[in-house]
């Protein structure tokens, strides 16, 4: 099937709010691993979305170009291409923007989608993610607000954190402490600030302890339950029932009581990357260490064409990739929910 259209992905989101279920976000960096992340999502009959991180977006356009929004263009137009022989919907997104990389990224991609609008054609990337993180709430909501209405003129969904991830992802780091934990009255500023879907659809992070990356489950302590508070208690001044739409960042390494919690509250999209990403990477490990003296030209030797072809090392990499895109899938409960 095609890319989501605007109005997909909406149903989309709604599905997974209304039958209780989230959709894995995968972070993929090449068009290897989002070849492999739209065959997990085939193969677990799930929709999903896959996203370019920051690093990606600079990587994709090539060492000597370095521009991120023409390397995350690029990628869309291939996914927008080899998507339609999947009988899955798939939606694009970008992911963690902080405040410095707006100009050269976010804000030239959603131009870009506002321009295609006026030709009659759907934006390229049908969400964006405003990492505020790193700013005070008050500037964090008053450049979201500014994002939501280039969003609405777009027809895209905008991505925002409220509070803070732990850990590091693309040079965004945090402590792990006891910021990690966004409260009712930040909840509350952002309903004033940004409303509740009439200013134009978003996304929101959230955060409950969550940690980009791998660390010792000691140094991780989540609590879902804050997540169902803030829905209760914002829920009951705007008239709506568990009124965000959440997201659930750096979820890797976490339990599966946790993610079912967690999604329980009205989560419907989660991020992983790092699980993806080292069962990619730990099947080409294998294959390089089982083959070596193949893979390389060893004492004068030829090696083996079939062995270092990347294309013999990536196929196993790209179902290794995918198979951990199935198990998240059936871990959140999209599999097997297809729309079609």
Sequence with gaps: MPIASPE???AMLDNAKQQGFAFPAINVTSSQTLNAALQGFADAESDGI???????ALYLSGA???????GSKALAQYAHEVAQDYDVTIALHT?????????????PLLADSIERRSRGLDPLFQSHMWDGSAVPLAQNLLVAEELLELSAQA???????????????????????????????DARATVQALGIGERGRYLTAL???NVHGVYSPASVHLRPEILGGIQSAIGAETGQARPFDLVFHGGSGSSAEEI???VTHGVVKMNIDTDTQYAFTSAIAGHMMSNWDRVLKVNGGYGDKKA???RTWGKPAESAMAARVVEAARQLGSAGRALR
């Design 8 to 10: 997909q992905y909406a």
């Design 50 to 56: 896959i996203q370019v991180s920051l690093g990606t």
């Design 64 to 70: 000597r170009v370095q521009n991120r929004a023409r």
């Design 95 to 107: 992911d963690h923007c902080a405040i410095e990389y707006l100009d050269d990224w976010v804000r």
């Design 155 to 185: 027809n895209t969904i905008l991505e925002i954190e409220v509070g803070v991830v732990g850990g590091e992802e693309d040079g965004i780091s945090h402590e792990i402490n006891d910021d990690l934990y966004s409260t009712v009255e």
């Design 207 to 209: 955060t409950f302890g």
């Design 260 to 262: 079912a919690a967690a």
């Design 308 to 310: 270092y072809d990347p």
